[in-house]
């Protein structure tokens, strides 16, 4: 059984950076997928970023492209979020999650496994 433990997050200025991170435990996910989502409030959750098994592959939404970076280190069976230039509407809840199938998965059915979410506030 795969567990997804993230850390990270909290009070983050507009224009500031901020890294989460996703640890499994339980099991490997060198031959997972990983993504990240987030649910504002009020919104559905949506997706933000993923990157394949390998990490040769990522997969952004638009929403974010050239301010947050998707990285892994298998070794670690951690997955990274870098997000930087950040704005008020970038404040959510987020979501680490593993698809079994290895792939950069950008739809939530794809992944069978999800974290316990972060929350993450940007301020103005």
């Known amino acids: 059984q795969v567990q997804l433990i993230q850390s990270g997050g909290g009070l983050v200025q507009a224009g500031g950076s901020v890294r989460l991170s996703c640890a499994a435990s339980?099991?490997?996910?060198?031959?997972?997928?990983m993504g990240w989502f987030r649910e504002a409030p009020g919104k559905e959750r949506e997706f933000v970023a993923a990157?394949?098994?390998?990490?040769?592959?990522?997969n952004y939404a638009d929403s974010v492209k050239g301010r947050f970076t998707i990285s892994r280190d298998n070794a670690k069976n951690t997955v990274y979020l870098q997000m930087n230039s950040l704005n008020p509407a970038d404040t959510a809840v987020y979501y680490c999650?593993?698809?079994?199938?290895?792939?950069?998965?950008?739809?939530?059915?794809?992944?069978?496994?999800w974290g316990q979410g972060t929350q993450v506030t940007v301020s103005s």
């Open positions: 990157i394949n098994w390998s990490g040769g592959n990522t």
């Open positions: 999650a593993a698809s079994a199938t290895g792939q950069a998965m950008g739809v939530m059915t794809g992944y069978g496994h």
């Open positions: 339980g099991r490997t996910v060198r031959g997972y997928g």
